[in-house]
């Protein structure tokens, strides 16, 4: 098999790529420079001659909160570049796996969402990623799209990077308590992902760490696994806000992997330990 994996610069793209290295699957990696998404000339030249078997989509815009002041650009990444890559993939038949978020839904709630739910994105962010989704349903047969959430990894800035460079300067921090969900590990889910690319069984999926927590909960765990010693105080996200809305429910049912045969990953905190470990976290820079 030989799978082309974009965005390979990025946390999730990145760990793909190790993954399928790992298991001696062929891989082709590529990013903005060997292959602009939003090029569809460039996108088709690149997939042709690569022939590739399955293509792995992690390449995205994720500035959450830029997007509402760069909505032209995210769209061409998120949407109009998603389109380009699930153009050619339904013309030559090729398995395309689409990595979307928990911000394609309104966020309202307390239930889990389910993969086939009603889409309702509150952000420009969330509604691109919603464009790309819909993109792929209407030109790609063998479609797997896969919606992860509060992502971290070794390869990028996210959460955890910023709570331990911040625990350096503050003894003092506060974190929003009012949206809820589950962390993901890339490390974890690039072995899903790969495991899935492998198969037939399409269709839309949830993947995140088990387990669920408020950004508050996640910040004190951080701390208290690195043993730092921060005082973390809750507050709302009216008393943080930020340019681009969030989603209180980021509640994910994962279900349909278990129904599928597909291995759940392990905790977040389990996640959480393993992901200090692995970056080496002993007081230093991260």
Known sequence: MKVLVTGVKGQLGHDVMQELKKREIEAIGVDIEEMDITDEHQVKIVIEEAAPDAVIHCAAYTAVDAAEDHEEICRKINAQGTENIAKICGDRDIKMMYISTDYVFDGQGTRPWEPDDERDPLNVYGQTKYEGEL?????????????????????????????????????????????????????????????????????????????????????????????????????????????????????????????????????????LSRYLQEIGYEGGNV
Not at 145 to 156: E, S
């Open 135 to 271: 993109a792929v349903e209407k030109f790609v047969e063998k479609f797997f799209t896969i919606r992860i959430a509060w992502v971290f990894g070794v390869n990028g800035k996210n959460f955890i990077k910023t709570m331990l460079n911040l625990g350096k300067t503050h003894d003092q921090l506060t974190v929003v308590n009012d949206q809820t969900g589950s962390p993901t590990y890339t490390y974890d889910l690039a072995r899903l992902l790969v495991d899935m690319i492998q198969t037939d069984r399409y269709g839309r999926y949830h993947a995140t760490n088990e387990g669920i927590c408020t950004w508050y909960e996640f910040a004190c765990e951080i701390f208290r696994q690195a043993k730092m010693d921060v005082k973390v105080s809750p507050v709302t996200s009216a008393e943080y806000p930020a340019k681009a809305k969030r989603p209180e429910n980021s509640r994910m049912s994962k279900e349909k992997l278990t129904e599928n045969g597909f291995e759940l990953l392990p905790p977040w905190q389990d996640a």
